[in-house]
């Protein structure tokens, strides 16, 4: 299998603060953006950014969005404004000796480009699929498909991810040598992570019904 | 004690999507945001929109954020170009007969605005401590203060929390009367949350020295 070809450097994705912390690699791309449920899409408007929260799918290189036809911004993402995707995980929280010194572990992904809408029917139906089956792993075989009026009231995009820039900070504080005489100061790491509760039935779920292994199993492995 | 203001009404707070869902509660706005570790900062470059990831801390009706002098997304804010500013809670997939109606309980607050520099030294230096007491409760009284020089690289902006678009979906999925005939489907939500795991001390902590109240106690209640 060749390898693949690490993300290019552009100006706006060479990283400005703690380099050291950013990779080319794809696959640590893909790895971060699969296991994320939702994105930030920021764009420009005639009233300044906007910076809206919603879920994303992956197939490929391509990062796929959706939404309502009627939602200005998806609009104008359909209409080739640039868009900036970000995907963001805290892992934990970093305790140094100094305040200055504190910080978070996390991994990021930020996709700049344009976003074309997805209009061949099946094309767009099968990016929907992704979208769900990204969110809820399992879950298209336990639902009815899209009806072409569904279809119809969805705006699909898709983003080439292609220029991104991809950021991971781990391990413990990195403190001040003269700091590290402070003795009574504890230092180190609270590890975070996105925890799934009892899935709770809808009111109208007949009772017994068991439930799916979509919704009985957290879909990411626990860090 | 006077009830405050509503948040305004203005173009771009208006909720387009779902406005059922909006609030323009302040109180509620400020526990979306106390309950928050990071937000995404947006603005626009020349060379297009850019999101990034960042911690921040709340003091009154001021969203703080703070970074290096040398970050250019940040000295972008401080000479006033506008920046939209979004915490994003997720609590639950929903999941519902058809793809068509997935969705996902959360609660979102986007601010829009022109921020400002912190400048006034013990207002900095106030500043940075609310937002080390944001992100760790406590942890202000486990460590040594700020030193001047860590002061001065560091810069502070502070964001009026004015125009903001605050949104909360919770509940069940809603479904197609139709479907509720899919008797054999099951469908409800999947609750989640941001859980702490134990503590892990740095390689450099006295072995016995023992895990402070900040570390040991998560900072939110769950839900």
Known sequence: MPVPRPLPVTERTTIGRSPERGTRDRAAMHAILDEGLLCHVGLATEHGPVVLP?????????LLIHGSPAATWLRAGARGTPVCVTVT????????????????????????????????PAEKAAALDAIVEHVVPGRLAEVRGNRDDELAKTLVLRLPLEEASVKVRSGGPIDDEADLELLDVWAGVVPMRIAHGTPVPADDVPAGLPVPPSAATPRRPGR
């Open 54 to 62: 919603t879920t994303y799918g992956r197939r490929g290189d391509e």
């Open 89 to 120: 995980h805290v892992d934990g929280l970093v305790l140094a000796r100094s305040p200055f010194h504190h910080s978070m572990n996390y991994r990021s992904v930020v996709v700049f480009g344009v976003a074309e809408p997805v209009t061949d």
